[in-house]
C-alpha cells in the first residue's frame, strides 16, 4: 500500500525514525543498520516501506534499499519469522550478509539476530536459500572477530554520548589487530567515528 516515503527526516530513536511528509509524520521501525546509513535529522531522505497489518495493529517498515525491502518481505514469508524478527536479522547482518547466509546455509550467522533460534534460521535457509541464485553471492568484509573489551567500549562510547547503535557500527569497522588494548580499541572507535 505505502511503497516508499520521500520526506524530511524528523527524528530517531534507537528503533525508529519519524518523517515529515508533506506535513504529515510517519513512524517507521528500521533495521539498525539503515538508521545508522539513513543521514541527518532535517535532511531529505527517501525509504522503501513495507505496510504490515495485522487484526491488532498497523505498523510501517522502512529500508534504506529496495534489495533490503525485499529480503524483509522473503524473510516474513517464512513460518515462525515475524516482522519484528526480520529487522532483527536485518539489524544484524547487511542484505548482502543476508543472502550470503541464506545462500551458504551459515546458521550462526542468522542466529546472531536477537531472538531468532536454530531452528528459526534453519527453516529461512531452506525455504529461501534455492530461491536466490548463487551467482547473487557478494564478496563482504567479514566481521570483526570480537574482542573481549566490546561491551566496555560500548559502554565507554555511551557515556560520551554515543547511541549503541553508533557504538557497535563503530566496532564492526575498525581494523582490530590481536592483542589491542581497551584503551587502543576506544580510540581507534573514536577515529572511526569523527
Known amino acids: 500500500m505505502i511503497a516508499f516515503l520521500n520526506g524530511r527526516l524528523d527524528s530517531i530513536d534507537d528503533s525508529y525514525v519519524y518523517i515529515d511528509c ?10 539498525s543498520l539503515d538508521i545508522v546509513d539513513i543521514g541527518n535529522v ?10 504490515h497489518v495485522t487484526e491488532n495493529e498497523m505498523s510501517l517498515y522502512g529500508f534504506t534499499s529496495k534489495k533490503s525491502k525485499e529480503l524483509f518481505e522473503m524473510l516474513i514469508s517464512v513460518s515462525g519469522i515475524g516482522p519484528k524478527a526480520g529487522i532483527a536479522i536485518l539489524s544484524e547482518l547487511s542484505a548482502d550478509e543476508l543472502m550470503n ?26 525455504e529461501l ?23 566496555d567500549v560500548v559502554m565507554a562510547l555511551e557515556a560520551l554520548g554515543y547511541s549503541k547503535t553508533e557504538s557497535r557500527e563503530a566496532l564492526n569497522n575498525v581494523d582490530y589487530v590481536e592483542g589491542m588494548t581497551e584503551e587502543e580499541l576506544l580510540k581507534e572507535c573514536l577515529k572511526v567515528m569523527i
Open 42 to 51: 532535517g535532511e531529505s531522505i527517501k525509504i522503501y516501506t513495507h505496510f
Open 22 to 31: 508533506g506535513g504529515v509524520g510517519y513512524k517507521v521501525m528500521m533495521p
Open 101 to 126: 547466509a541464506l545462500i551458504t546455509g551459515d546458521v550462526k550467522a542468522i542466529c546472531a539476530a536477537k531472538g531468532v533460534g536454530k531452528k528459526i534460521a534453519e527453516r529461512a535457509i531452506l
Open 129 to 151: 536459500g534455492n530461491k536466490l541464485d548463487a551467482s547473487e553471492l557478494v564478496n563482504v568484509n567479514s566481521p570483526r572477530k570480537e574482542s573481549a573489551f566490546d561491551s
